[in-house]
C-alpha cells in the first residue's frame, strides 16, 4: 500500500497544496488580466456609442433636410398645377 505525499516526505508539500497554491495563482493573474480587458472593453464599447450617436444625428439631420426639400418641392408643385387649372376656366 502507497503512503499520500505529505506522509511519506513529511518536510514536501503534497501534490494536492501546490495545485491549490498553483490555481489560486492563476486564478489571481487571470483576474487582473480580465479586469483590464473588462475596462478597456467598456472604454471602446463607450468610444463606440458616442461615435454612433453622433452619425445617427448627422444621418437624421440629413434625412430632415431631405424631407422638407421633398414636401416644398410637392407642395410648390400642386400649388402650380392647381393655380394653372384655375386659369384655364
Do not use: C, K
Not at 10 to 19: F, L, Q
Not at 31 to 60: I, K, M
Not at 66 to 89: C, D, E, N, P
Amino acid at each position: 500500500m502507497r503512503r499520500p505525499a505529505s506522509v511519506a516526505h513529511p518536510g514536501r508539500p503534497s501534490g494536492n497544496a501546490v495545485d491549490l497554491s498553483y490555481h489560486e495563482q492563476f486564478r489571481d493573474l487571470f483576474e487582473a488580466h480580465f479586469g483590464r480587458l473588462e475596462a478597456r472593453l467598456a472604454q471602446q464599447t463607450a468610444e463606440l456609442r458616442s461615435d454612433f450617436d453622433v452619425t445617427l444625428q448627422r444621418q437624421e439631420t440629413r434625412l430632415i433636410r431631405w424631407m422638407f426639400g421633398f414636401w416644398i418641392g410637392a407642395w410648390v408643385t400642386i400649388a402650380g398645377t392647381v393655380f394653372a387649372l384655375q386659369r384655364l376656366h
